[in-house]
Nanobody, 116 residues
Framework: QVQLVESGGGLVQAGGSLRLSCAASGAIFGIDIMGWGRQAPGKQRNLIATVTSPGTIAYVDSVKGRFTISMDNTKDTVYLQMNSLKAEDTAVYYC??????????WGQGTQVTVSS
């Protein structure tokens, strides 16, 4: 069972920045993909950024150019640098892991609130 510990959420003004971190443990088969999803009130949870262990990165259009995902393979840690934040980025942000034995795990979530 993979455990994910997230940190870095909070309240920020529009145009500001936040950095989220997520450390994974217990992935005995190794990790293929790490990422971040978010869920706004009344909406579905969606992945917004992913990075594979070889380093392939993908973003949804709404965060391209503003958010940067990175992964430290040696620590099984993923980061999300969020710049130029907008009110519509307000959501609970969840860390995501896909392991080499084809299991998916989500973190407990961290609240990001952007005030306009």
């Amino acid at each position: 069972q993979v455990q994910l510990v997230e940190s870095g959420g909070g309240l920020v003004q529009a145009g500001g920045s936040l950095r989220l971190s997520c450390a994974a443990s217990g992935a005995i088969f190794g990790i293929d993909i790490m990422g971040w999803g978010r869920q706004a009130p009344g909406k579905q949870r969606n992945l917004i950024a992913t990075v594979t262990s070889p380093g392939t990165i993908a973003y949804v259009d709404s965060v391209k150019g503003r958010f940067t995902i990175s992964m430290d393979n040696t620590k099984d840690t993923v980061y999300l640098q969020m710049n130029s934040l907008k009110a519509e980025d307000t959501a609970v942000y969840y860390c995501y892991v896909h392991t080499r034995n084809q299991r998916d795990s989500w973190g407990q979530g961290t609240q990001v609130t952007v005030s306009s």
